[in-house]
């Protein structure tokens, strides 16, 4: 499911921007990242969002966007 949400963003973007992300991991491993350069995309598995609580540690940091 990862895999497809990733595919869906990149082909969203592409021709609104012209751009290709540096694309990190696979979803297999329960997190993709995608790096746009001025923006980076997180797409985490429920077990890893919990694990690793990045909405935790970046609590006083400003939410732009947050889809769940």
């Not at 990862?2 to 963003?9: I, N």
């Not at 993709?32 to 997180?42: A, K, S």
């Amino acid at each position: 499911m990862l895999q497809s949400l990733a595919d869906y963003v990149c082909e969203i973007i592409k021709p609104e921007t012209g751009l290709n992300p540096v694309v990190e991991s696979s979803g297999q491993s329960g997190w993709i990242v995608l790096d746009y350069g001025y923006v980076v995309v997180h797409l985490l598995s429920p077990e890893m969002r919990e694990y690793y609580d990045l909405e935790g540690l970046w609590h006083n940091a400003k939410t732009v966007l947050s889809v769940q």
